[in-house]
């Protein structure tokens, strides 16, 4: 996919580019940057299909530098275009390299996408060390019940 399918959205000084130097797969692979006190994400640009109630996203993770408290992963269900609004109401499943119980975790939140703001669903342990690749995938199926 090319970088201008995708609208980004951050906060403080993240940044988003494309590394051609050690790439996850391929000619090059996308590459954020952020701090410990930025928010991060991308979604497909409006020109592509959104709003689905039953899908499957994956993708291949990988963390060159981490403290344990910067979390990567993938969102659905969201209610609004951009998930650092107070407001947003999503899904996500997010991975902690560096911690040491409990790193993968699926979270619903309801007031944006600030790490402790969410409702744990459930987490699990996987041990994986920070220049690892990690596959991810989210499945959902909306119940409107």
């Given at each position: 996919m090319a970088l201008g399918d995708w609208d980004f959205f951050e906060?403080?000084?993240?940044?988003?580019?494309i590394q051609t130097v050690g790439p996850i797969l391929g000619?090059?692979?996308?590459?954020?940057?952020?701090?410990?006190?930025?928010?991060?994400?991308g979604q497909?640009?409006?020109?592509?299909?959104r709003g689905f109630t039953k899908g499957k996203i994956r993708s291949i993770l990988r963390w060159d530098v981490a403290t344990g408290t910067i979390g990567s992963g993938l969102f659905c269900m969201s209610d609004q275009e951009t998930?650092?609004?107070?407001?947003?109401?999503?899904?996500?499943?997010?991975?902690?390299p560096g911690v040491s119980v409990n790193n993968i975790n699926l979270y619903?939140?309801?007031?944006?996408?600030?790490?402790?703001?969410?409702?744990?669903l459930g987490q699990a342990q996987?041990?994986?060390a920070i220049g690892a690749?990690?596959?991810?995938?989210?499945?959902?199926?909306?119940d409107l019940v």
């Open positions: 906060t403080g000084g993240a940044t988003e580019g000619a090059g692979s996308l590459e954020v940057n952020t701090a410990s006190s930025d928010n991060w994400h497909r640009n409006s020109g592509f299909s998930l650092l609004n107070a407001s947003a109401d999503l899904y996500a499943a997010e991975l902690f619903h939140y309801q007031t944006g996408i600030d790490v402790g703001s969410g409702t744990l996987v041990n994986f690749t990690m596959p991810i995938e989210l499945e959902w199926n909306l």
